[in-house]
């Protein structure tokens, strides 16, 4: 990235007066804090699709043994490039953990269907939104979860460890599990009695 910093340099040499300057000044510094303060924008959906499960697909595909007509293929990360790429994804999956914390972070926006909504029994995003509001305490210890597992597929990264890798990516899938079992899967109307 050494080229991004000389631009940046001949950028400021060239702007001058404007490099280093602070932002406009408001009012007070409490407006300031709040209007700069991080604001949760995505919706708990959009991080799902965005970040979650893009980063863990690129852990979990990192390490497969795939059998085909050709014989048994042990999949793994090999160059250094492909070790960067999934350690990208593990440093993404550890600090999505913090984004889905956040206090006033949306289940869903008007409009958008989570998965399953629409089938007999399964929960709105409204209905979700209702049970992480009634207790938040577990929904931050699950994102907590999710982030130990990710810090620990990093360090089983940064070993070249793929045992260890691959004992982790069945970690994180529990971490996610766990947090769906209790928000996401539970029906809204109990199953319907069996017939005597
Ligand atoms: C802290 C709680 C939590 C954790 C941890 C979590 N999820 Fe979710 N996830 C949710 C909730 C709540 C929903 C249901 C609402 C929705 O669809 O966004 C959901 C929905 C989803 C969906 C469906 C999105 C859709 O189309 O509506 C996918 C895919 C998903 N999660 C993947 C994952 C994966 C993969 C992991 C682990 C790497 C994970 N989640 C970890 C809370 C969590």
């Known amino acids: ?16 007066a404007g490099c280093g300057q602070k932002p406009a000044e408001t009012k007070t510094a409490a407006n300031a804090a709040s ?3 991080p604001k949760p924008l995505a919706s708990i959906h959009e991080l799902m699709l965005s970040v979650v499960d893009e980063s863990a697909d690129v852990i979990w595909n990192s390490v497969a043994t795939i059998s085909d007509a050709t014989g048994v293929h042990e999949h793994r990360p090999q160059t250094d490039a492909e070790w960067a790429k999934v350690r990208h994804a ?47 305490a577990s929904f931050v210890a699950y994102a907590a979860g999710l982030q130990a597992a990710s810090m620990d597929a990093v360090a089983a990264i940064d070993r070249k460890d793929v ?16 947090c769906h079992e ?7 109307e109990p199953a319907a009695k069996p017939k005597a």
Not at 1 to 16: E, F, G, K, P, V
Not at 171 to 176: F, T
Not at 182 to 188: A, D, I, V
């Open 163 to 178: 045992a260890a890798l691959e004992k982790v990516g069945g970690e994180i899938d529990e971490a996610c599990e766990a």
């Open 90 to 136: 593990a440093i993404a999956l550890s600090e999505s953990a913090n984004l889905l914390a956040m206090e006033g972070r949306v289940v869903s926006h008007p409009g958008q269907k989570i998965d399953s909504e629409g089938q007999p029994g399964a929960p709105t995003g409204a209905i979700i939104q209702k049970r992480i509001d009634g207790d938040r």
């Open 35 to 37: 209007a700069n303060a």
């Open 1 to 16: 990235m050494i080229w991004r910093t000389a631009s940046a340099i001949t950028l400021c040499a060239a702007l001058l």
């Open 182 to 188: 209790q928000f996401w899967y539970p029906p809204t």
